[in-house]
């Protein structure tokens, strides 16, 4: 046999690079199940509130590969029909995956022309028994989802987290946002004693989203933010935050 037939390997006792290589420590057996044990690419707060006759809901486009800001450029609002919206923190995988089932959801409502709609407050009860049923086979999609819509006209916005948590209110938050955003939307809404106009709850969401950016390291200045009313469902962006850097020009003696 001809010494040339095969190619020599690559380095001294390195891989065969004509066969499939055998890692050294890699187990021969497949061993247990397992799980996810923590969220890898992961998105930070979403943001959400109800006023007189709609939702709006904003999540900025950072997703953080733990502390590393990796991806800068990514949608965590989804529009799922004209009447339902989703916006997602967490595991972006998982988000994901979620996202491919609800879209097949939605085709196969649209393929049967029944007259019926996925209505957001049946997103909200579905994915509440999903993620619980994930968590408690010890396998749970790390999202905190919140789903805002109109439900027979009116506006409807629901939480639900990777433990099937699930709740109803006029003001939302997940992460960071929880602590540093709901005050402002709740010291908002009863300023105004009671709905809000859209004009002011957009401006008090974007005050939110500048405000996670300026205290939240895992944070983004690009967001993207969604109306939805009776008229329909719109996601805008992505946006910049307003922000004003020229007084860095006289910060000196720190170099």
């Given amino acids: 046999m001809n010494s040339f037939d095969k190619c020599p390997p690559l380095w001294a006792n390195?891989?065969?690079?004509?066969?499939?290589?055998?890692?050294?420590?890699?187990?021969?057996?497949?061993g247990p199940h397992r799980a996810t044990q923590s969220p890898v690419t992961t998105g930070s707060s979403v943001l959400a509130m109800k006023y007189d006759g709609g939702v709006v809901i904003a999540a900025d486009t950072l997703g953080s590969y733990g502390s590393l800001a990796r991806f800068t450029?990514?949608?965590r609002i989804i529009k799922v029909n004209e009447?339902?919206?989703?916006?997602?923190?967490?595991?972006?995988?998982?988000?994901?995956?979620?996202?491919?089932?609800?879209?097949?959801?939605q085709i196969d409502e649209d393929c049967a022309?029944?007259?019926?709609?996925?209505?957001?407050?049946?997103?909200?009860?579905?994915?509440?028994?999903?993620?619980?049923?994930?968590?408690?086979?010890?396998?749970?999609?790390?999202?905190?989802?919140?789903?805002a819509g109109m439900q027979d006209d009116e506006p409807y916005l629901g939480f639900v987290n990777l433990?099937?948590?699930?709740?109803?209110?006029?003001?939302?938050?997940?992460?960071?946002?929880?602590?540093?955003?709901?005050?402002?939307m709740r010291n908002a809404v009863e300023k105004?004693?009671?709905?809000?106009?859209?004009?002011?709850?957009?401006?008090?969401?974007?005050?939110?989203?500048?405000?996670c950016y300026l205290r939240d390291c895992r944070a983004w200045p690009r967001y993207h933010i969604a109306d939805v009313k009776a008229g329909g469902c719109v996601v805008e962006g992505p946006l910049m935050i307003d922000s004003d850097w020229t007084y860095a020009k006289g910060v000196k003696g720190y170099e």
């Fill in 73 to 75: 450029d990514i949608e």
């Fill in 113 to 147: 022309a029944d007259g019926f709609s996925l209505k957001p407050k049946s997103l909200h009860c579905w994915l509440t028994r999903v993620l619980y049923n994930r968590r408690s086979r010890f396998n749970p999609l790390w999202n905190v989802i919140i789903v």
């Fill in 14 to 30: 390195g891989p065969d690079c004509q066969n499939v290589h055998q890692f050294p420590n890699k187990p021969q057996e497949p």
């Fill in 163 to 184: 433990q099937g948590t699930a709740f109803t209110d006029d003001v939302m938050a997940t992460g960071l946002g929880t602590d540093l955003c709901l005050p402002v």
């Fill in 83 to 105: 009447t339902t919206l989703l916006g997602a923190g967490g595991d972006f995988a998982d988000f994901q995956f979620l996202t491919d089932i609800i879209r097949q959801k």
């Fill in 192 to 211: 105004k004693g009671g709905k809000l106009t859209y004009e002011e709850a957009k401006a008090t969401i974007q005050q939110c989203i500048r405000l």
